[in-house]
Every structure is written in C-alpha cells, then in structure tokens.
C-alpha cells in the first residue's frame, strides 16, 4: 500500500506546483504592455501546465482508488 500512497502524495504535489504556478502566470497576463513573445511565452508555459495539471489529477484519482481498495480490503 506505501507505493500507492506515496504516488498519491507525489502527485498532490504535482497538482499543487501546477496550479500555483497557472495562478502566477494568470496574473501575469493581465499586465499591460506585455510583448507578443512574452504573452506567447506565457500561454505556452500555461497550457503546459495546465495539460501536466490534468496528468496529475487523472494519477492521483487512479492511485487513491487503488488505496481505498487494499485498505477496504477490496
């Protein structure tokens, strides 16, 4: 069961580190006068995120279902 629940703690964080990080760049991009590179870059970097956000959760739900059902004894 530690496997497991070590990939869940792995991918909480993961999760975390990725919205934070959408959260800095969402308020970067309301400031004025951004470059077209920089705007670009910052989207980029957000889709990326937000594509490793997804990964992440789709890992974590997996993992902890796979927890509750050797602690339940399923």
């Known amino acids: 069961a530690q496997p497991l629940k070590d ?4 991918a909480e964080k993961r999760m975390a580190l ?6 800095e760049i ?4 309301v400031v004025p ?4 590179d920089t705007l670009q870059d910052l989207m980029r ?3 990326a995120l ?6 992440a959760e789709t890992e974590w ?3 902890t279902e796979a927890y509750e059902d050797i602690v339940n004894g399923y």
């Open 18 to 23: 990725a919205s934070k990080r959408m959260e």
């Open 26 to 29: 969402d308020a970067e991009l």
């Open 45 to 47: 970097d957000r889709a």
């Open 50 to 55: 937000a594509s490793d956000l997804e990964k």
């Open 7 to 10: 990939k869940v703690i792995k």
């Open 33 to 36: 006068g951004l470059s077209s």
């Open 61 to 63: 739900l997996e993992a």
